[in-house]
């Protein structure tokens, strides 16, 4: 059912799972395999050997050298006859794990020997328990049994025991060597028949739950293995290349190749495109640079004429503010026949009034605008009025006045200063002109 999962055209690069048995012989491979087929070969318990040792206080630079040395004591052939590997088991403690070259070695001709390649390998004993806690797993052996304990996905003790013992007491020897009881025991395969086993484990352990192996199926890739031996993957990697692997890796660098090309070929037209944007800007900088002084020049100089102006116009009183305030203070019975308003700020009013009370008024009135200092009469006389309806005859009079600002400031002469004339101070009447409204 999962197999079928898988595309046709990815099956060949999924790793295809063999089981090798005590005689070092592969019996599925009578049936051939595909050019450059993957293998992941499973070892029959008991092909890996263990050791454990304490080392505490010992650096990682000596670390290596110090475990070859106790590997070389305490194996019995050779060193250079394994493949080793080893993990670390705290506090202190080190973990040793050798695979024999030479049956593992006749393994691998066998598949090579079928366009195969050899990949990896899975000892049965290193496969953790599907659940992160303390766990002890049982496997059979040729004529032993070997108990691997377990404590949060890492190996952290073993022992092998002989077969020919009873259930009972292999049961009380692993609890006096492990010494603290398991939560879960794990039957392989082998030993689901063993019953006397399992009773003697449930007897001994009732808070602990027994559970039969998982299938080599249920374990990601990623829990294969719990040690890769680097010394067996390194000279693996090795092993002459297959026709279709040939072609593989050259398809793989004709593509590199290409893109490659397509990236520098992009990369060196968007730096061209670049080199001409900067040149052109390089180019206006100068440009810009050789009329900086110009320019700032001529900007002072407009910069000066637009406040000469505003001060001459915003920042002062206005002719239309001047007779908006002088048409709100005159009374309903006072008429203005002319006004005469000057640079300077002076103001002279001439006009008529029916009375002497309205022309009281008018002075009043002026007197209260902030605008206006210093409101005088400077002449009054009756004269007849002018409407031929009105018998009455009425008052002309004259007022003169002063602004509390004058109208317009004139800036000083720019003959007198070196800079760059005004046009708006050619228009400008001469200072002894008035403006009349």
């Keep these: 059912m999962a197999a079928s999962l898988w595309p046709q055209w990815m099956r060949r690069y999924r790793l295809l799972h063999l089981q090798l048995d005590k005689s070092g ?39 290596k050298s110090a475990l070859r040395l106790w590997a070389s004591e305490s194996l019995p052939l050779e060193l250079d006859q394994y493949y080793l590997d080893q993990w670390p088991i705290p506090p202190a403690g080190y973990g ?6 030479a049956m593992l070695d006749q393994a691998r001709h066998q598949i090579e020997a079928r366009q195969g390649r050899l990949a990896a390998v899975v000892a049965p004993e290193l496969l953790p328990p599907k659940e992160p806690q303390p766990a002890v797993v049982l496997w059979r052996a ?24 009873s259930r009972a007491q292999i049961v009380e020897l692993l609890h006096g060597f492990f010494r603290v009881a398991p939560k879960e025991v794990v039957i392989s395969r082998r030993l689901l028949d063993d019953q006397p086993l399992i009773d003697a484990c449930r007897q001994r352990w009732p808070r602990c739950r027994i559970s039969p192996q998982a299938a080599d199926d249920d374990h990601p890739l990623q829990a294969f293995p719990l040690l890769e031996f680097p010394g067996f993957l390194r000279q693996d990697e090795f092993v002459p290349a297959t026709s279709s692997d040939r072609v593989r890796l050259a398809s793989m660098g ?9 990236y520098l070929y992009g990369e060196t037209a968007y730096l061209e495109r670049l080199l001409a944007h900067q040149h052109y800007a390089t180019s206006m900088l100068k440009i810009r640079a050789n009329r900086s002084e110009q320019i700032a020049g001529r900007s002072t100089a407009v910069v000066q004429a637009i406040n000469d102006l505003r001060l001459m116009t915003v920042d002062r009183y206005s002719v239309m503010a001047v007779l908006k305030t002088l048409a709100e203070s005159l009374p309903g019975r006072v008429k203005l026949e002319s006004l005469n308003i000057e640079r300077s700020g002076a103001l002279i009013l001439n006009g008529v009034a029916e009375t002497e009370v309205d022309l009281s008024n008018l002075l009043r009135k002026l007197a209260y605008v902030p605008q206006f200092l210093s409101p005088r009469l400077t002449f009054s006389q009756q004269q007849a009025a002018e409407d031929e309806d009105q018998e ?38 001469p200072a002894g002109e008035s403006l009349e409204a």
């Design 25 to 63: 012989v592969i019996s599925d491979l009578e049936q051939g395999l595909p050019p450059g087929r993957r293998v992941l070969l499973h070892l029959p318990p008991g092909m890996v050997l263990f050791r454990r040792h304490e080392a505490p206080g010992l650096s990682q630079r000596r670390l």
């Design 96 to 101: 040793l794990a050798a695979l024999p070259r």
């Design 142 to 165: 040729h004529h032993t049994l070997l108990a691997m304990q377990w404590k949060w996905q890492r190996l952290v003790n073993w022992i092998a025991l002989p077969a020919s013992l």
């Design 254 to 262: 004709l593509a590199a190749v290409l893109g490659g090309f397509v």
């Design 392 to 429: 009455q005859p009425v008052i002309g009079f004259r007022v003169e006045l002063r602004l509390a600002e004058p109208l317009l400031q004139l800036p000083k002469d720019p003959d007198d200063e070196p800079g760059f004339p005004s046009p708006a101070l050619s228009r400008i009447p």
